[in-house]
Protein backbone atom coordinates (compact mmCIF):
# COMPACT_ATOMS: atom_id res chain seq x y z
CA UNK A 1 0.00 0.00 0.00
CA UNK A 2 1.61 3.60 -0.78
CA UNK A 3 2.13 5.82 2.14
CA UNK A 4 -0.09 8.81 2.90
CA UNK A 5 3.24 11.41 3.26
CA UNK A 6 1.40 13.14 0.65
CA UNK A 7 -1.35 14.89 3.46
CA UNK A 8 1.81 16.07 5.63
CA UNK A 9 2.77 19.22 5.48
CA UNK A 10 6.74 20.27 6.12
CA UNK A 11 7.45 23.81 7.21
CA UNK A 12 10.71 23.43 4.75
CA UNK A 13 8.05 24.27 2.14
CA UNK A 14 7.39 28.53 1.59
CA UNK A 15 3.63 27.37 0.69
CA UNK A 16 1.16 25.75 2.75
CA UNK A 17 -0.06 24.29 -0.10
CA UNK A 18 3.48 22.35 -0.87
CA UNK A 19 2.94 19.12 0.51
CA UNK A 20 6.03 17.01 1.33
CA UNK A 21 5.74 13.65 -1.18
CA UNK A 22 9.50 13.33 -1.59
CA UNK A 23 9.29 9.59 -0.60
CA UNK A 24 5.77 9.15 -2.82
CA UNK A 25 7.67 10.36 -5.71
CA UNK A 26 10.57 7.81 -5.73
CA UNK A 27 8.22 5.20 -4.78
CA UNK A 28 6.00 6.16 -7.90
CA UNK A 29 9.68 5.77 -10.20
CA UNK A 30 9.66 2.34 -8.75
CA UNK A 31 6.40 1.09 -9.59
CA UNK A 32 5.67 -0.32 -12.54
CA UNK A 33 2.91 0.40 -14.64
CA UNK A 34 -0.66 -0.50 -13.02
CA UNK A 35 -3.27 -0.30 -10.68
CA UNK A 36 -1.33 0.99 -7.52
CA UNK A 37 1.00 3.10 -9.56
CA UNK A 38 -2.30 4.93 -11.21
CA UNK A 39 -3.42 5.45 -7.25
CA UNK A 40 -0.42 6.93 -6.03
CA UNK A 41 -0.03 9.05 -9.34
CA UNK A 42 -3.56 10.50 -8.33
CA UNK A 43 -2.76 10.76 -4.57
CA UNK A 44 -0.11 13.66 -6.17
CA UNK A 45 -1.92 14.97 -8.30
CA UNK A 46 -4.34 15.94 -5.91
CA UNK A 47 -2.29 16.70 -3.19
CA UNK A 48 -0.38 19.32 -5.25
CA UNK A 49 -3.93 20.43 -6.44
CA UNK A 50 -3.98 23.28 -4.21
CA UNK A 51 -0.82 24.69 -5.07
CA UNK A 52 -2.19 24.50 -9.25
CA UNK A 53 -5.28 26.75 -8.10
CA UNK A 54 -3.08 28.82 -6.31
CA UNK A 55 -0.76 29.34 -9.53
CA UNK A 56 -4.16 29.91 -11.64
CA UNK A 57 -5.47 32.54 -9.37
CA UNK A 58 -2.44 35.06 -10.73
CA UNK A 59 -3.73 35.06 -14.50
CA UNK A 60 -7.42 36.47 -13.01
CA UNK A 61 -8.88 39.11 -14.65
CA UNK A 62 -7.36 38.42 -18.03
CA UNK A 63 -10.24 37.46 -20.17
CA UNK A 64 -10.34 33.80 -19.09
CA UNK A 65 -12.60 32.33 -15.93
CA UNK A 66 -11.04 30.69 -12.99
CA UNK A 67 -12.58 27.76 -13.51
CA UNK A 68 -11.08 27.46 -17.16
CA UNK A 69 -7.82 28.20 -15.46
CA UNK A 70 -7.85 26.21 -12.54
CA UNK A 71 -8.56 23.17 -15.25
CA UNK A 72 -5.38 24.51 -17.72
CA UNK A 73 -3.38 24.03 -14.34
CA UNK A 74 -4.57 21.11 -13.46
CA UNK A 75 -3.69 19.82 -16.73
CA UNK A 76 0.28 21.43 -15.98
CA UNK A 77 -0.04 19.56 -12.94
CA UNK A 78 -0.56 16.17 -14.34
CA UNK A 79 2.47 16.67 -16.69
CA UNK A 80 4.57 17.90 -13.89
CA UNK A 81 3.73 14.42 -12.48
CA UNK A 82 4.82 12.24 -15.14
CA UNK A 83 7.80 13.91 -16.22
CA UNK A 84 9.57 14.54 -12.57
CA UNK A 85 12.38 12.46 -12.20
CA UNK A 86 13.08 12.79 -8.18
CA UNK A 87 16.59 11.14 -8.78
CA UNK A 88 17.79 14.88 -9.98
CA UNK A 89 17.27 16.14 -6.15
CA UNK A 90 15.46 18.92 -7.15
CA UNK A 91 12.14 19.40 -5.24
CA UNK A 92 8.70 19.15 -6.94
CA UNK A 93 7.65 22.38 -6.43
CA UNK A 94 11.00 23.92 -8.15
CA UNK A 95 10.04 21.65 -11.30
CA UNK A 96 6.58 22.52 -11.25
CA UNK A 97 5.82 25.65 -11.24
CA UNK A 98 7.40 26.59 -14.20
CA UNK A 99 5.57 23.77 -15.91
CA UNK A 100 2.37 24.77 -14.68
CA UNK A 101 2.96 28.41 -15.41
CA UNK A 102 3.85 27.14 -18.80
CA UNK A 103 0.85 25.27 -19.42
CA UNK A 104 -1.23 28.46 -18.82
CA UNK A 105 0.87 31.20 -20.93
CA UNK A 106 0.23 28.32 -23.84
CA UNK A 107 -3.27 28.49 -23.36
CA UNK A 108 -3.52 32.17 -23.26
CA UNK A 109 -1.19 32.20 -26.46
CA UNK A 110 -2.95 29.50 -28.41
CA UNK A 111 -6.65 29.55 -27.46
CA UNK A 112 -7.16 33.12 -26.08
CA UNK A 113 -6.98 35.24 -29.23
CA UNK A 114 -9.82 35.28 -31.26
CA UNK A 115 -7.37 35.39 -34.64
CA UNK A 116 -3.92 34.37 -35.11
CA UNK A 117 -1.94 37.11 -33.50
CA UNK A 118 2.42 36.61 -33.77
CA UNK A 119 3.79 35.80 -30.84
CA UNK A 120 6.52 38.72 -31.02
CA UNK A 121 2.72 40.83 -30.32
CA UNK A 122 1.30 38.87 -28.35
CA UNK A 123 4.51 39.71 -26.15
CA UNK A 124 4.52 43.17 -26.84
CA UNK A 125 1.23 43.24 -25.24
CA UNK A 126 1.91 41.60 -22.36
CA UNK A 127 4.43 43.75 -21.62
CA UNK A 128 2.59 47.09 -22.16
CA UNK A 129 -0.08 45.79 -20.13
CA UNK A 130 2.07 45.43 -17.06
CA UNK A 131 3.88 48.35 -17.64
CA UNK A 132 0.79 50.80 -17.76
CA UNK A 133 -0.34 48.46 -14.67
CA UNK A 134 2.73 49.78 -12.85
CA UNK A 135 2.52 53.19 -14.48
CA UNK A 136 -1.17 53.43 -13.36
CA UNK A 137 -0.14 52.30 -9.74
CA UNK A 138 2.31 54.93 -8.86
CA UNK A 139 -0.25 57.73 -8.56
CA UNK A 140 -3.65 58.86 -9.41
CA UNK A 141 -2.73 61.09 -12.19
CA UNK A 142 -3.44 61.27 -16.10
CA UNK A 143 -3.33 57.86 -17.53
CA UNK A 144 0.13 57.26 -18.84
CA UNK A 145 1.60 58.26 -22.62
CA UNK A 146 2.89 56.18 -25.00
CA UNK A 147 6.18 57.46 -24.18
CA UNK A 148 5.97 56.81 -20.19
CA UNK A 149 4.88 53.13 -21.03
CA UNK A 150 7.50 52.31 -23.52
CA UNK A 151 10.35 54.02 -20.91
CA UNK A 152 8.81 51.81 -18.32
CA UNK A 153 8.48 48.29 -21.08
CA UNK A 154 12.27 49.55 -21.90
CA UNK A 155 10.71 49.45 -25.79
CA UNK A 156 10.90 52.13 -28.57
CA UNK A 157 7.82 53.75 -28.77
CA UNK A 158 6.37 52.45 -31.96
CA UNK A 159 7.14 48.92 -30.03
CA UNK A 160 4.78 50.26 -27.34
CA UNK A 161 1.97 51.80 -30.05
CA UNK A 162 1.95 48.22 -31.51
CA UNK A 163 1.39 46.77 -27.70
CA UNK A 164 -0.99 49.47 -27.11
CA UNK A 165 -2.77 48.47 -30.11
CA UNK A 166 -2.77 44.69 -29.32
CA UNK A 167 -4.22 45.46 -26.02
CA UNK A 168 -7.61 46.10 -27.71
CA UNK A 169 -7.32 43.64 -30.17
CA UNK A 170 -7.31 39.89 -27.87
CA UNK A 171 -11.18 39.25 -28.59
CA UNK A 172 -12.82 40.32 -31.86
CA UNK A 173 -15.66 42.70 -31.97
CA UNK A 174 -19.11 41.31 -33.14
CA UNK A 175 -20.84 42.37 -36.07
CA UNK A 176 -23.88 42.32 -34.29
CA UNK A 177 -22.48 44.30 -31.44
CA UNK A 178 -24.46 47.72 -30.91
CA UNK A 179 -22.35 50.89 -31.85
CA UNK A 180 -22.29 53.61 -28.92
CA UNK A 181 -24.31 57.03 -29.96
CA UNK A 182 -26.36 55.37 -32.44
CA UNK A 183 -29.95 54.49 -32.22
CA UNK A 184 -31.18 51.45 -30.62
CA UNK A 185 -30.31 48.03 -32.74
CA UNK A 186 -27.59 50.29 -34.64
CA UNK A 187 -24.92 47.88 -34.81
CA UNK A 188 -21.49 47.25 -36.54
CA UNK A 189 -23.44 45.20 -39.48
CA UNK A 190 -25.27 48.22 -40.34
CA UNK A 191 -22.32 50.39 -40.82
CA UNK A 192 -20.78 47.80 -43.92
CA UNK A 193 -21.57 47.92 -47.57
CA UNK A 194 -22.92 45.02 -49.29
CA UNK A 195 -22.21 43.95 -53.34
CA UNK A 196 -23.39 45.98 -55.63
CA UNK A 197 -25.83 44.14 -58.06
CA UNK A 198 -24.83 46.66 -60.86
CA UNK A 199 -21.05 46.00 -60.74
CA UNK A 200 -22.00 42.43 -62.76
CA UNK A 201 -23.66 44.03 -65.22
CA UNK A 202 -20.90 46.30 -65.84
CA UNK A 203 -18.98 43.83 -66.47
CA UNK A 204 -20.99 42.19 -68.72
CA UNK A 205 -21.84 44.98 -70.57
CA UNK A 206 -17.97 45.63 -71.30
CA UNK A 207 -17.78 42.03 -72.18
CA UNK A 208 -20.21 42.05 -74.90
CA UNK A 209 -18.83 45.39 -76.25
CA UNK A 210 -16.44 44.32 -78.58
CA UNK A 211 -18.41 40.85 -79.70
CA UNK A 212 -21.49 43.52 -80.49
CA UNK A 213 -19.08 45.29 -82.60
CA UNK A 214 -18.47 42.41 -84.76
CA UNK A 215 -21.92 41.59 -85.45
CA UNK A 216 -23.70 42.78 -88.74
CA UNK A 217 -25.29 46.05 -89.09
CA UNK A 218 -29.00 44.54 -89.33
CA UNK A 219 -28.45 42.36 -86.35
CA UNK A 220 -27.04 45.10 -84.01
CA UNK A 221 -30.25 47.28 -84.78
CA UNK A 222 -32.93 44.47 -84.00
CA UNK A 223 -30.61 43.99 -80.57
CA UNK A 224 -30.98 47.55 -79.74
CA UNK A 225 -34.56 48.10 -80.41
CA UNK A 226 -35.36 44.97 -78.62
CA UNK A 227 -33.03 45.68 -75.46
CA UNK A 228 -32.31 49.65 -75.65
CA UNK A 229 -35.44 50.71 -77.07
CA UNK A 230 -37.89 48.31 -75.25
CA UNK A 231 -39.91 47.33 -78.88
CA UNK A 232 -42.23 44.47 -79.49
CA UNK A 233 -40.74 41.59 -82.25
CA UNK A 234 -43.55 42.77 -84.10
CA UNK A 235 -43.03 46.45 -84.15
CA UNK A 236 -39.30 45.75 -84.82
CA UNK A 237 -40.89 43.64 -88.04
CA UNK A 238 -42.92 46.10 -89.03
CA UNK A 239 -40.05 48.95 -89.22
CA UNK A 240 -37.36 46.59 -91.21
CA UNK A 241 -40.23 45.20 -93.50
CA UNK A 242 -39.71 41.51 -92.32
CA UNK A 243 -41.69 39.33 -90.31
CA UNK A 244 -41.66 38.46 -86.48
CA UNK A 245 -40.43 35.25 -86.97
CA UNK A 246 -37.62 36.36 -88.93
CA UNK A 247 -36.83 39.02 -86.01
CA UNK A 248 -37.66 35.78 -83.07
CA UNK A 249 -34.84 34.02 -85.26
CA UNK A 250 -32.05 36.72 -85.91
CA UNK A 251 -32.50 37.74 -82.05
CA UNK A 252 -31.93 33.95 -80.55
CA UNK A 253 -28.92 33.81 -83.16
CA UNK A 254 -27.52 36.71 -82.04
CA UNK A 255 -27.47 36.13 -78.91
CA UNK A 256 -26.45 32.75 -78.69
CA UNK A 257 -23.68 33.78 -80.85
CA UNK A 258 -22.83 36.79 -78.16
CA UNK A 259 -22.92 34.43 -75.31
CA UNK A 260 -20.55 31.65 -76.91
CA UNK A 261 -18.13 35.01 -77.84
CA UNK A 262 -17.90 35.85 -74.59
CA UNK A 263 -17.09 32.25 -72.85
CA UNK A 264 -14.90 31.89 -75.41
CA UNK A 265 -12.78 34.87 -74.26
CA UNK A 266 -13.39 34.45 -70.66
CA UNK A 267 -12.33 30.57 -70.55
Request: hydrophobic fraction near 35%.
Amino acid sequence: MPTNAAAKRSPRHDHHDAPDTAADFRKLCRLPHGPERDRLRQQLVSAWLPMAERLAGRFRNRGESYEDLCQVAALGLVKAVNRYDPERRNAFESYAIPTINGEIKRHFRDHMWTLHVPRGIQELRNRVRVAQQELAGTGAGPAPTCKEIADRAALSEEEARKGLTALDSFKALSLDAEQPGGEDGYSLLDTLGSPEPAMDVAVDREAVKPCLRALPERERAILYMRFFDDMTQSRIAEQLGISQMHVSRLISQSCDRLRDEVLQDAA
